[in-house]
């Protein structure tokens, strides 16, 4: 029996965000050893390549891209590029678990920013959820306390950059490959900590190190592909919450790999920032489901 699209879909969701976490593990792995420039650098290359390759296969490299769609894709770069600086510094410094947790607001903060940048209709019911799970991330970080340090911040400011990749995204027009877009941002990454890694020395690169940053371009070029593939099958409502897996695997690798275990408190903020989520998935396939039904009862 054929797996349904919306199996298939979890199957693909689970396998992105089980692709990001071991690339962030191996990058972590390599916190101390060289210098996150040039680490970053030589990830975009082999990204980059991969990537080039894939589009080209699927002639994304043909895409027409319009005049108004560049200033979109411009803002997603600045996007991309904030993140991997502010997440990377934050997990060179954080346990993976924490700094995973907070990204887990992610879905809060992009339907709170879309209701004031696009209007978008946001009710009292996931509001209230915004707020509820913003509490959970002050669970996590805790200001105030010992634990709260600037990389605390910097994961905050992840998740601020992740926003603005995200809603800039939304603003392309649909026709644009996501490829295309994939290419331009990976090769956005190379060419900018490329540059800045030319301002302080290098570090050696030896087999160990070699070997975990070919893992880390593998494993993130997976979680590209995966994410890509997800959005053409199954339902987005059945499919989106799986993408809270990505947190079970940094629990799992934090304390296999690394030897990190967080703390009750933050164990308690993690579960009240994804069970907000969950709910704003709830609401939001809740709410779909009223407009496709009002629609179809509507006379013709």
Known sequence: MARSDNLTGAFLMMGS????????????????????????????????????VIAWKMGALRAQVPRRDWG???????GE???????????????????????QAIP??????AAVVFRDPVGWRRMSAILVGFVGVMLIVRPGTQDFNVYSFYSLAAVGFVTLRDLSTRALSRDIPSMFVTLITSASIMVFFGLGSLSGEWAEVDMRTSGLIVGAAVMIIGGYLFSVMVMRVGEVSFIAPFRYTGLIW????????????????????AAIVVGSGLFMLYREAQLGRKTRLSRDLRPR
């Open 250 to 269: 940094a629990l799992v690798l934090g304390w296999a790999v690394f030897g990190e275990w967080p703390e009750p408190l933050t164990l308690l903020g």
């Open 108 to 113: 809060l903060t992009l339907t709170l920013t």
């Open 81 to 103: 590029i904030g993140t991997a600086y502010f997440f990377l510094t934050a997990l060179f410094h954080m346990p993976i678990a924490n700094v995973t947790a907070i990204l």
């Open 17 to 52: 965000m089980a692709s990001y976490r071991i690339s962030d593990s191996f990058m972590k792995s390599l916190a101390g050893d060289i210098p996150m420039f040039q680490l970053l650098f030589l990830r975009g290359i082999l990204t980059t390549l991969a990537v080039g």
């Open 72 to 78: 979109a894709i411009g803002l997603r770069m600045v």
